[in-house]
């Protein structure tokens, strides 16, 4: 299972960091991403980074978020800086979990709230 946590309130400018944990009994992760959704709108993706190391971000976040993961934790994080009010939503965690060499599933962990007060 992934189990999310970090989310909180904080002031526009502000910083949090979230972190994604997986356990449970499988042979490894692969790529993992961090997604937000808000009230009535949909789900996007934030950041993700692979089994390598090779990130990829929304452009809204670029240069203020970073994703990072520590595989020996099986744990990734989200450093969120100079966040904004329209960062304000729940945030998940998605990850491609092989159970063997061969056999994946994606899980998606538990939203966390994420309040930025203008």
């Known amino acids: 299972q992934l189990q999310a946590s970090g989310g909180g309130l904080v002031q526009a400018g502000g910083s949090l960091r979230l972190s994604c944990a997986a356990s449970?009994?499988?042979?490894?992760?692969?790529?993992v991403g961090w997604y937000r959704q808000a009230p009535g709108k949909q789900r996007e993706l934030v950041a993700a980074?692979?089994?390598?190391?090779?990130?990829n971000y929304a452009d809204s976040v670029k240069g203020r978020f970073t994703i990072s993961r520590n595989n020996a934790k099986n744990t990734v994080y989200l450093q969120m800086n100079s966040l904004k009010p329209e960062d304000t939503s729940v945030y998940l965690c998605?990850?491609?979990?092989?159970?063997?060499?061969?056999?994946?599933?994606?899980?998606w962990g538990q939203g966390t709230q994420v309040t930025v007060s203008s």
């Open positions: 998605n990850a491609e979990v092989w159970m063997t060499t061969v056999n994946s599933l994606q899980v």
């Open positions: 449970g009994g499988f042979f490894s992760i692969g790529t």
């Open positions: 980074v692979t089994n390598a190391g090779r990130t």
